[in-house]
Nanobody, 126 residues
Framework: QVNLVESGGGLVQPGGSLRLSCAAS????????MGWFRQAPGKEREGVLC????????RYPDSPEGRFTISQDNAKNTLYLEMNSLKTEDSAVYYC???????????????????WGQGTQVTVSS
């Protein structure tokens, strides 16, 4: 059984930083593509960053450029999202996702099927 648990969200001032974590169980990062998504109130969920089962990362269209970084610790089976220079428009619920198909491209995360975490709230406000 796959389980994804996000943590690290909270309230941060504009210009600040946060690191989100996603503890994964029931899957291996060298087989399944992982990613971060976010959903702001009244908006559709959108892809932020993806990391392939092979190790490369991809940025989805319209996601923040140059401010966010995705990484993973295979020994801890934990996925990370490092967010810097945060803006108010980055406020959203952030979700960790894993493709249900092995050896998937990042595009597969946009269509699914995926495993999802419960989400963690990030609020950027002064």
């Amino acid at each position: 059984q796959v389980n994804l648990v996000e943590s690290g969200g909270g309230l941060v001032q504009p210009g600040g930083s946060l690191r989100l974590s996603c503890a994964a169980s029931g899957l291996s990062f060298d087989t399944y593509t992982m990613g971060w998504f976010r959903q702001a109130p009244g908006k559709e969920r959108e892809g932020v960053l993806c990391i392939l089962w092979s190790g490369g990362s991809r940025r989805y269209p319209d996601s923040p450029e140059g401010r966010f970084t995705i990484s993973q610790d295979n020994a801890k089976n934990t996925l990370y999202l490092e967010m810097n220079s945060l803006k108010t428009e980055d406020s959203a619920v952030y979700y960790c996702a894993a493709s249900q198909r092995r050896f998937s491209p990042c595009a597969r995360l946009l269509t699914g099927p995926n495993y999802w975490g419960q989400g963690t709230q990030v609020t950027v406000s002064s």
